[in-house]
């Protein structure tokens, strides 16, 4: 199985200032297509997940431009350029290279 | 409007058995894998099992493999999840999820808001 690590655990961060989240994962997420289906997702408190960046740095319809991905392989990174009060919740990356599927730990954004 | 809703959680007893289902609208359900997550209580996402939109290749985690039985009925738009010999361990908030491979995605594009499943005597 693929292992999903992400870190921070978590991050306090003032608002308007970036946040940094990475993820790596224990073997190569290249699919034998040549996409590398790594994707992150943003859970708020009390609701479900949603879809923020699909295929390393596609951002999902809808998403604010302040959200980024970027990486290859095994290292990726997601960046929010100016954290909003609406950002805060939890952040988990997450592939679909391969069975079975997979989520890092996820990272806890906060607002100090 | 896109949607899945779910619904079956409740409390049941360990080694009991519970139906879970997932009524989707607003898309070609049997176009699309779906899968189910779960996030037990203050934990993060565990991948539980998937489906394709056929219905004929199914995939579940080692957690579950032989308990859990994933389904779908495309004529109702419906995807089930029998669970069965339930454990302590399986008590989480259970989500089904659509993932879009149709224009190259391949990630988990729209979610249900969950139901809640607690295995307790």
């Known amino acids: 199985d693929i292992v999903m690590t992400q870190t921070p655990l978590s991050s306090p961060v003032t608002l308007g200032q970036p946040a940094s989240i990475s993820c790596r994962s224990s073997q190569s997420l290249v699919h034998s297509d040549g996409n590398t289906y790594l994707s992150w997702l943003q859970q708020r408190p009390g609701q479900p997940p949603r879809l923020l960046i699909y295929k390393i740095s596609n951002r999902f319809s809808g998403v604010p431009d302040r959200f980024s991905g970027s990486g290859s392989g095994t290292d990726f990174t997601l960046k929010i350029s100016r954290v909003e009060a609406e950002d805060v919740g939890v952040y988990y990356c997450?592939?679909?290279?391969?069975?079975?599927?997979?989520f890092g730990g996820g990272t806890r954004v906060e607002i100090k | 409007e896109v949607q899945l809703l779910e619904s079956g959680g409740g409390l049941v007893q360990p080694g009991g058995s519970l139906r879970l289902s997932c009524a989707a609208s607003?898309?070609?359900?049997?176009?699309?894998?779906m899968s189910w997550v779960r996030q037990a209580p203050g934990k993060g996402l565990e991948w539980v099992s998937g489906i394709s939109g056929s219905g004929d290749n199914t995939y579940y985690a080692d957690s579950v493999k032989g308990r859990f039985t994933i389904s779908r009925d495309n004529s109702k738009n419906t995807l089930f999840l029998q669970m069965n010999s339930l454990r302590a361990e399986d008590t989480a908030v259970y989500y089904c999820?659509?993932?879009?491979?149709?224009?190259?995605?391949?990630?988990?594009?729209?979610w249900g808001q969950g139901t809640v499943v607690t295995v307790s005597s």
């Open positions: 999820a659509k993932k879009d491979g149709i224009r190259g995605l391949n990630a988990f594009d729209i």
């Open positions: 997450m592939q679909t290279t391969q069975f079975p599927l997979t």
């Open positions: 607003g898309f070609t359900f049997s176009s699309y894998v």
